[in-house]
């Protein structure tokens, strides 16, 4: 774990020497932009190119939603099912997205495709351990 710095609250770092991830929460006052805009931002930080409309939409209705245990509501996005055809090595990203009055907050883990997947069920019980 590493202290926070500038808007990020926290990030987590694995330990070892296998596949590496990092987790970062960050809260960011008002709308932050919305839903579509980060997850565009997000494409572009792992090189994946935004889907047509269309595909963006069908895309973003695929993603789960779900309460944390502080009543939170919030949205993940799994950015790997947008390389169903890359390799267990490539760069990828999920996130969740909370979205409340007061704030958003971004939870993101970043590694390989392979790495994410092996640490898909600790994340999302992170932000489902989530409250203000």
């Known amino acids: 774990e590493q202290k926070g710095n500038g808007l990020r609250l926290v990030t ?10 990092e987790c970062s929460i960050v809260s ?12 565009v931002r997000w494409l572009g ?17 695929k993603q789960e939603q779900f309460e944390s245990t502080g009543h939170l509501k919030g949205t993940w996005v799994d950015f790997a099912q947008l390389q169903s055809n890359d390799p267990p ?5 999920m996130a969740a997205i ?25 994340f999302k019980n992170l932000c489902l351990s989530l409250g203000l």
């Open 12 to 21: 987590f770092h694995s330990e070892g020497d296998g596949d590496q991830i």
């Open 28 to 39: 960011l006052g008002g709308q932050a932009g919305g839903i579509k805009a980060n997850v």
């Open 45 to 61: 930080q792992i090189n994946i190119p935004v889907p047509s409309d269309k595909e963006f939409d069908v895309f973003l209705n």
């Open 89 to 93: 090595s490539t760069p990828s990203m």
């Open 98 to 122: 909370i979205e409340n009055e007061e704030a958003q907050i971004f939870v993101k883990m970043t590694g390989t495709k392979a790495a994410l997947d092996k640490n898909k069920m600790l």
